[in-house]
């Protein structure tokens, strides 16, 4: 069982705006502004699309946004497209030590 | 180009060992943390392992804690991970992963397949 929970599946229509949430503890996505989001495509890595809960790396689309409040983080995919469709993965750094980072169970967005 | 290739898994019984490389290039490995992550088939990520950039500081999780050692050499731009009591629930893809702010990986390997099996 995975630290963070997130919903196993999420769907939108092309050009629609769909969100995944990601929900921990105040032990780590409440208690720190240090949650990342993970866009894997089959047989791929993963890829850093959000970290920090809403910064995007350099060639990441605006399209993609990450916001929290509370123990829930969300992802905010906006102007789906058929290249989004892929495994979304959130992270948090925990706590424990300068380490420790857990990972959500992932979700599956189909784009429709 | 930043690129990370990693190396050294199979299939290996239960109990027995396996050492993982990941060998860097297109950044200064010496200043970074590296990171050692792996998907079970079908499932989702797991932290495994990190390691401080000199080596002094390391983590692991729970699962592997007294199983697994994480070691680098910063003269060869390369990360290892040395398994050993290998166990069924040990078999996955194992991703060599770069460090970025905000305890976020910017960089990720195209993993290494390990199966422990009878």
């Known amino acids: 069982q995975s630290a963070l929970t997130q919903p196993p599946s999420a769907s939108g229509s092309p050009g629609q705006s769909v969100t995944i949430s990601c929900t921990g503890t105040s032990s780590d996505v409440g208690g720190y502004n240090y949650v990342s989001w993970y866009q894997q495509h089959p047989g791929k890595a993963p890829k850093l699309m959000i970290f920090e809960v809403s910064k995007r790396p350099s060639g990441v689309p605006d399209r993609f946004s990450g916001s929290k409040s509370g123990n829930t983080a969300s992802l905010t995919v906006s102007g789906l497209q058929a290249v989004d469709e892929a495994e979304y993965f959130c992270?948090?750094?925990?706590?424990?030590?300068?380490?420790?980072?857990?990972f959500g169970g992932g979700t599956k967005l189909t784009v429709l | 180009e930043v690129q990370l290739v990693e190396t050294g898994g199979g299939l290996v019984q239960p109990g027995g060992a396996l050492r993982l490389s990941c060998s860097v290039s297109g950044f200064t490995f010496s200043t970074y943390v590296m990171n050692w992550v792996r998907q079970a088939p079908g499932k989702g990520l797991e932290y495994v392992s990190a390691?401080?950039?000199?080596?002094?500081?390391?983590y692991y999780a729970d699962s592997v804690k007294g199983r697994f050692t994480i070691s680098r050499d910063n003269s060869k731009n390369t990360l290892y991970l040395q398994m050993s009591s290998l166990r069924p629930e040990d078999t996955a893809v194992y991703y060599c992963v770069k460090d970025a702010p905000a305890y976020s990986f910017d960089y990720w390997g195209q993993g290494t397949l390990v199966t422990v099996s009878s």
């Open positions: 390691i401080s950039t000199n080596g002094a500081s390391t």
């Open positions: 992270s948090s750094y925990a706590g424990t030590n300068n380490f420790h980072v857990v």
